[in-house]
């Protein structure tokens, strides 16, 4: 994989732990020249992780939307900069540049990105592996959530298998690397037909 993008807070929240990953992920990146394609701020986990990579001459590309870009959020130290006209456009432009997906801590946006992520591979659309580094259980409601609907039958199993999920680093890099995307050719056709 040469470029990855990772979803993640614009805040640090509360425990030291989540910082600490992200330094981590950021330097996993830039040992392993591997890109890192972001929101483009330079505040919270987005910061941490850009700072981390820049320090270890990693290549940073922010693409964050006109709306965002005052002075006190965007970075302006980074590889490139993108600015787009809206959120969506934003999406689709990181979608272009990706060969991959990966969540840390995060709000709102970073649900909405990593499902909208999900919601490509599973209708076919992309097929690339998406990742949650699970720090400190972070993701543990939603993995439960994603159970639920399971059990409940409003997500099939195979599909909620697309969603990669460790605590290690090196772990979820495996599982990205390993990362068969599902034959929806089944699926696809009945769409069609």
């Known amino acids: 994989m040469k470029k990855i993008a990772v979803f993640c807070g614009s805040s640090l929240g509360f425990n030291e732990i989540y910082r600490n990953d992200a330094i981590e992920l950021g330097s996993y990146f830039a040992e392993n020249n591997i890109g890192l394609v972001y929101g483009?701020?330079?505040?919270g986990m987005m910061g941490i992780l850009a700072d981390t990579m820049l320090n270890k001459n990693?290549?940073?590309?922010g693409v964050i939307p006109g709306l965002l870009r005052h002075e006190e959020v965007a970075h302006?130290?980074?590889?490139?900069?993108?600015?787009?006209?809206?959120?969506?456009?934003?999406k689709v432009k990181i979608s272009k540049l990706v060969d991959g997906y990966i969540a840390l801590p995060g709000g709102f946006g970073t649900l909405d990105e990593i499902f909208e992520a999900l919601t490509l591979n599973q209708l076919g659309i992309e097929q690339k592996p998406i990742g949650i580094l699970n720090t400190n259980g972070f993701?543990?409601?939603?993995?439960?959530?994603?159970?639920?609907?399971v059990k409940e039958g409003y997500?099939?199993?195979?599909n909620k298998e697309?969603?990669?999920?460790s605590e290690s680093v090196k772990d979820l890099f495996l599982k990205m690397y390993n990362y068969k995307a599902p034959d929806l050719s089944k699926v696809i056709n009945k769409i069609v037909k």
């Open 155 to 158: 997500l099939k199993q195979s």
């Open 139 to 149: 993701f543990n409601p939603l993995i439960e959530q994603l159970n639920l609907m």
């Open 162 to 165: 697309m969603l990669l999920v």
């Open 40 to 43: 483009g701020g330079k505040i």
């Open 58 to 61: 990693g290549k940073v590309i």
């Open 76 to 90: 302006n130290s980074i590889t490139e900069m993108i600015v787009t006209k809206t959120m969506s456009k934003r």
